[in-house]
Structures are given as C-alpha cells and as structure tokens.
C-alpha cells in the first residue's frame, strides 16, 4: 500500500520505463472512476428536457459514445506510445510554443470542469439531507462543498499513483451502487415513462438529436483527449497499444452511457435535470444514503484527474513551478469557479452553453492533434525533440500549420453548429441543414485535412519512439 500511495514527483518530463508500472486494467479503472459521476445523469437528463423521446436520448446516448470514446481512446495510445502527457505531446503538431495555446485552453476548461464536478454533489447532498431537515440554504451548501473540494484538491495534488489506488479501490464499490439503484429506478412504478416520446415536429426532432449527439454523444469523449495521455503515460511498455485503447475506451463507455440513460429514465418522469430533485423524487431512506456514497465519490474521482492535468497544463506552457504548488493554485481557483454554478440560477442551460463551447474547439483540436499523429507521423514522434528549446527543438517554435488548420477547424465548425444561444447558430446549419449540429464532424476534418495539406515537408525523422 505504501507503495501505491507514494508521492508523485514526476513534472512533465518523459516517464522512465522503470517507473511505468500501470496496467491497461488500471487504466480502465481510472477512467470508469471519473465517469461514475451524478454529471452522466443530467446529462441523460438534458435530451429530455429539450423535449426528445426517451428512446431518441438513448440512441444518442449509445450510438454517440461509440464515436467519441472511441477518439479519447485513441488519444491514450499516445501516452502509452511515448511516456510524454497530453499538452507536451501535442508540440509536435503546433510547434514548441505554439503549443501553449492549447494548454492554456485545457488549463482554463479544467478549472470550469471542477466547478461543474462539484456543483452535482453539492446539490444531490443538500437534496438528500434535506430529508433529514437539513435546509438547503447557503451555509449547509458551503460547508459541503468546502469537503469535497479538499478531498479533491488534496488528492489531486499527491499525484497519479494516489489517482489510481483511490479508483482501484472504490471503482468496484460504486459498480455495486449502480446496480441497487438502477434496479430501484427501473422496477418501481411510475418512475420510468418508456412511452415518452417527442413532441418535436421531425425536423426538429432531428435537429435536436444532432444537437445533443455534439454535445453529450460524441462531444462527451472528445471533451476528455486533452488530457488522456497524462495517465496512460505510466502503462508498463509491454503493454500492447490495443489493450489500451479497449481498456480506455470501456472505462469511459460503460459508465458514461448506463449512467445517462439512467438520467434520462428518471427525467422521462420528473422531466427535471436538477440532480437533486432527480434523487429525491426516486430514492429515499436507505437508498438516498446510497446514492449520497456514489454522488460523493463521482466528482471526487472526476476532479482528482482535473486538478492534476492542469498543473502539467501550466508546466507545459513553460512555467517553472513545482507541480504540487501549480496543483494546490489550480485547486484554489476551482474553489471559486465553483461559487458561479453552486449559484447559478439556471444551472442546465449554463451546462448546455458550457458543453457546446468546448467542443467548438476541442474538435479541430482533436482533428489537428489525431492527422499528425497517426497520419503524418506514423504514431512514431521524436521525444527529446519534443523538449528542446523553441529554438532547437526539431518541431519548430511556432507551426503555423497547426494553428491555422486549428482555426480554420474552428470557424468551420461553428458553421455548422447550432447551439441553444445566438451566438452558437451557424449559417449553414440553420439555413441549410434545418438546424442539424455536424460541428464536432466539420471541425475535425476541416482542421485535420487542412494540416495534412498545410504540413508537406517530411515528419521529423527519429531514432526511437519512447524515452
């Protein structure tokens, strides 16, 4: 045990063979961990308020997962592949600095990812102590936050080894929760309307499932590539490449989707995506006690990763801080990004608008990040190259291809976007496709094509692939 829970002192630098000693089956658990969380719920939930049949909400669910955790776990491959984390790894497509705008892009989307972690159990507790005539007013809710997130930061700052003891031993526990209130949600009466459908005119309807399949189907997987090589970095190298990838990508698939129907069953009903109301119109007495178990360990899970991946964010924009002092910052400023959906006073169109922002520039990431890696260069990448200076290092300082395939991507995209906000409703999509969302689809190929266009010159030649 002690040596699972020992201090984690690696930084950015490539993890040596002698110290990746994780396993594909570590991976899994690492990653089902942080997607058995209260968030899957609401969003399930969120289809059903936006007025799709319960069966649509379940065919986006299943049928949209299979593409977007398929694309996370391709991203894992990359880690294992080289023992480098996600932000350093993607200098070889933007060029040394170049590569500080994703990472400060990662670095503030985790910060809004912590706040919306913590907002699920701070509202399904208040919801279930408010059973025992706890009200829910803004002391009781601080106070439960304040443990949460020190739980969380605590954690997070220790590093990855204390990450993976945390979900090998309470992966399983949760598993168990699942299956006790799934059984308890889909065998009482009137819990579950399997009847429910859309009210939606079929165009519409169809618009709102492309909607929802960019924000909640594929757009959930894509949501995690940014830091998906930080942890399969430590997988032993005897481990194959497609033990990862399938690991990966069950870890993420199998909780993510039996966890948003679930949410989309109670929805069905309570036609809420409140978390709180969820839990109390359903569970109750033991059951709640339960379902505060799971909801407790869902964000804790979740934001350990977070809190982590962005301190190795920072460090790969060229900061020279301690990890564990970037990690306890990131954790403080969680804390307040908190406060805004804690209070916010219409937490599932804040969610929505939230979702449909990432993804308008996590695709032709994803898009930029996949064509350099598994086209242009063969899945092989220089690794010291890839921490020389900017003025060495192999890669460039600044690769303009990526950067404007990334952008192009990204204006591609939000022309076929049509988001809930003005702002968000692209041209093409509204006048052309009937408000059908294909953004995430566009904006990885536009940004992936266009740098393999862009990127003529040979790849970098290596003499090994892993360090």
Known sequence: MATELRLDDHAIEPIPAADRDSTGAQQMWIWAG????????????????????????????VLGNLVGCALFAAFTVM?????????????????RRGAYLPAALVFLMTLGWIGVNTYFPVKISMGILGQFGVPDTAAPNLIVMTIIMALQIGI???????IRTFEKYTVPATVVIMVLISVAAWT????????????????ERYAMMTLLTAAIGVGWGISWVTWASDYSRFVRTTESSAAVFWYSFAGMYLPVVWLGVLGATIASVTNDADPAKMVSAVFGGPMAVLVLA????????????????????????????PRIALALIVGAAGYLVTFYFVFAPNFAQAFDHWMIGLIMWLSPFAGVVLADFYIRRKGVVNVAELYKSPETSAYGDVNWAGLIAFFAGLFAGWLFQNGLLPAFKGPIAVHFLGGADLSWLVGTLVAGGLYLVLSRKPAVVVATATS
Do not use: C, E
């Open 294 to 321: 799971l909801v407790l360990h869902g964000p804790i899970a979740t934001n350990i990763l977070n809190v982590y991946s962005a301190s190795l964010a920072l460090l790969s924009m060229g900061l020279r801080v």
């Open 188 to 203: 009482q009466p009137g819990v579950v309307n399997w009847n429910l459908v859309s009210p939606l005119a079929p165009g």
């Open 79 to 95: 880690g294992h592949k080289t023992g480098v984390n996600q932000m350093v790894l993607s200098r070889a497509a933007f060029g």
């Open 34 to 61: 942080a997607n058995i969380a209260p968030i899957n719920w609401a969003l399930g939930a969120l289809g059903i308020i936006l007025k799709l049949g319960i069966w649509d909400v379940i065919a986006v669910i």
């Open 156 to 162: 997070g700052t220790y590093g990855f080894y204390a």
